[in-house]
């Protein structure tokens, strides 16, 4: 990965970062992701694609998923190559809001981000690629249509068309890293790729979601460091946690909606040994963690 140039960024101390109702009384202080966050995400993405390949290897190979069960070879068939699209758009916008920020630190932490969701994109459509002689063509026309109109999909589609739509990119942020990825993401890769896979014969789809969630790890991490730093300003703190609050009390609702709807995906594919847990299932557990989350940073919407 290359790092972003933001070399022609300036600092504005003081002043709220263009685009943004938030303020701080010195931007210099938070620094941004800087060269080693970027380079093991270099190393990460490099390690993780070694993994993917190899596990497709062994597919190839005929050494694995001989045992997957037909059920869950139809789910990735239909709906694989869709979580693409909800993983790219994503990336847009994160890569988006970072060109309408002045602030460096923000600007590289953001294309950073954007750069692991395009990443995540990738991923998916190569594996797709790859695993076609397993489990049967998913032609990308089919997917961006199911993207577009799918009832379990489209929910989230409209989620990031208006998350697109937001003036200031900190709302942007808390769209896509305080409600989307936590749920949505947390949803398609832990519970349903991890979770259920396995149960289904499946142990290589859940390699390609393993790279996404350490991505996920590292973003989290940034996100709960940059918001701290906006709530714990000594002069704007408690207008920024205003605005936070404001976004999460906007944004959640729809998020939460998106991410119920799109657990239908996996409607029928629950094995008993999976179905015995007892905490709430999976919308349920998505949504206990991202309300951990915002109490980690002591947000709650208003």
Known sequence: ?????????????????????????????????????????????????ARVKAAVARVIRGETF????????????????????????????????????????????????????????????LYAADMEQRMGQMPMHTARSRWETDREWLP???YLEQAAT??????TLVAVNLCFEPLAGQLL???????????????????????????WALTRSWTTAVLEFFVRDATHGPANRRHLQ?????????????????????KGLDLPRVARRTDGGPVARVIADQRTLLTDLGLVAT
């Open 1 to 49: 990965m290359t790092r972003p140039d933001v070399s022609a960024r300036k600092e504005t101390p003081t002043q709220p970062a263009g685009g943004s109702a938030l303020a701080c009384t010195d931007w210099q202080a938070f620094t941004g992701p800087g060269e080693r966050w970027a380079r093991s995400i270099e190393r990460m993405e490099a390690e993780a694609e």
């Open 66 to 125: 001989s045992d997957v069960s037909p059920l869950w070879l139809k789910f990735l068939q239909r709906n694989l190559p869709v979580a693409a699209f909800a993983f790219n758009e994503c990336g847009r916008l994160l890569e988006a809001v970072s060109r309408r920020t002045p602030w460096g630190g923000m600007a590289h932490g953001l294309q950073l981000q954007a750069s692991m969701q395009y990443r995540q994109a990738q991923s998916i459509v």
């Open 156 to 158: 989230a589609h409209h």
């Open 166 to 171: 937001c003036t200031d990119w900190g709302e």
């Open 189 to 215: 890769r832990r519970e349903i790729a991890m979770g259920l896979g396995p149960a289904h014969g499946d142990h290589v789809t859940t390699v390609v979601a393993e790279a996404g969630q350490e991505e």
């Open 246 to 266: 404001q976004w999460i009390a906007r944004q959640l609702p729809l998020a939460e909606a998106a991410v119920r709807t799109l657990a239908g995906l996996a």
